[in-house]
């Protein structure tokens, strides 16, 4: 059955330094992978999707990933961390029941100034 | 602007009581999703619908109904058969089933008493 990791529930980082969010999936079959950002008390919103072709992908507010299928990875990166990235972020990967997403456990990203 | 209206966003109600969730999406999407979060648990699907008039149970079904009969409203009842219903609720769409991607709402919280 497919899965997904996010190894770390909380990271914290300083204002204008790396950003690095980790996600390992499981799947059986290739996988769509996702990420979601949410901010406190609202919905997701898409940051950026692989679903096949180039393995970096770009996204918004300066987020990319990188596909890895010999490490069954989708890390997030960010250059430079802003205040305004503080928020939680989702890895998701398709292959649950009729097709459905499923949800990593979340990363709460915190950002020091 | 197309998008995906969640309501009441806060709901108080007292234990042994049917709280109903409004969904409303104007994007023209066929599937619709109910999902619930807890903290620290991601996020884990209750009830789905790819189609007006057709349902499938999720992972947490128990204790929850819904009902499609109009493809923009895919309502969502808590009942008193939830053992623990104090969550934040989510309902998403996408275009069609399978794709991954989903749009969200802003989410509501209930809190039973």
Redo the contacts between chains.
């Keep these: 059955a497919q899965s997904v990791t996010q190894l770390g529930?909380h990271v914290s980082v300083s204002e204008g330094a790396l950003v690095l969010l980790r996600c390992n999936y499981s799947s059986s079959v290739p996988p769509?992978l996702?990420w979601?950002v949410q901010y406190p008390?609202?919905?997701?919103?898409?940051l950026l999707?692989y679903?096949t072709g180039a393995t970096l992908v770009k996204g918004i507010n300066g987020f990319e990933a990188e596909f890895k299928k010999s490490e069954t990875s989708f890390h997030l990166t960010k250059p430079s961390a802003h205040m305004s990235d503080a928020a939680e972020y989702?890895c998701?990967v398709?292959g649950?029941?009729?097709?459905?997403?499923i949800?990593?456990?979340?990363t709460k990203l915190s950002v020091k100034p | 602007d197309g998008g995906i209206t969640q309501s009441p966003k806060y709901l108080f109600r007292k234990e042994g009581q049917n709280v109903t969730l409004s969904c409303e999406q104007n994007l023209n999407h066929d599937a619709m999703y109910w999902y619930r979060q807890d903290p620290g648990q991601g996020l884990r699907l209750i009830y789905y619908s790819q189609i007006v008039n057709d349902f499938q149970k999720g992972d947490i079904a128990e204790g929850y109904s819904v009902s499609r009969e109009k493809k923009e409203s895919f309502p969502l009842t808590v009942t008193s058969a939830q053992k623990n219903p104090t969550a934040f609720y989510l309902c998403a769409s996408s275009i069609g089933a399978n794709t991954g991607e989903l749009f969200f709402g802003e989410g509501s919280r209930l809190t039973v008493l």
């Design positions: 529930s769509y996702f979601y008390n609202q919905g997701l919103q898409l999707k679903t989702f998701a398709t649950g029941s009729q097709g459905n997403l949800f990593g456990k979340g």
